[in-house]
């Protein structure tokens, strides 16, 4: 069963702007620390941004801090990263995470996320 589903990568020039979606199934996710993760074509998976299940606390990766925001909406079941000043080393796939437990809160680590989309592409063009 797929519990989370990504949208809205694409191509874009250096600059630009893209804005993904994730829309997760399970209710209980609602409660969890959401993340979004990206992994570049041969390299490992690394930390992108985080919320909190109130959205009261964001956490981001030094690279996307002041570029990157991340957002939900539990009313919604939605997660977003909107992505400005994109830079070609930004190109990777991109994928939503779960939390495995509330006690998993802000945690930048992949270990800690038990559940995960098939993620989206996203290429900066330079």
């Known amino acids: 069963q797929v519990e989370l589903v990504e949208s809205g990568g694409g191509l874009v020039q250096a600059g630009g702007s893209l804005r993904l979606s994730c829309i997760y199934s399970?209710?209980?996710?609602?409660?969890?620390?959401m993340g979004w993760f990206r992994q570049a074509l041969g390299k490992a998976r690394e930390f992108v941004a985080a919320?909190?299940?109130?959205?009261?606390?964001?956490y981001y990766a030094d690279s996307v801090k002041g570029r990157f925001t991340i957002s939900r909406d539990n009313t919604k079941n939605t997660v977003t990263l909107q992505m400005n000043s994109l830079k070609p080393e930004d190109t990777a796939v991109y994928s939503c995470?779960?939390?495995?437990?509330?006690?998993?809160?802000?945690?930048?680590?992949?270990?800690?996320?038990?559940?995960w989309g098939q993620g989206t592409q996203v290429t900066v063009s330079s």
């Open positions: 919320i909190s299940w109130s959205s009261r606390n964001t």
């Open positions: 399970r209710r209980t996710f609602d409660t969890y620390t």
């Open positions: 995470a779960a939390a495995r437990s509330t006690r998993y809160s802000g945690s930048m680590l992949p270990n800690d996320y038990g559940s």
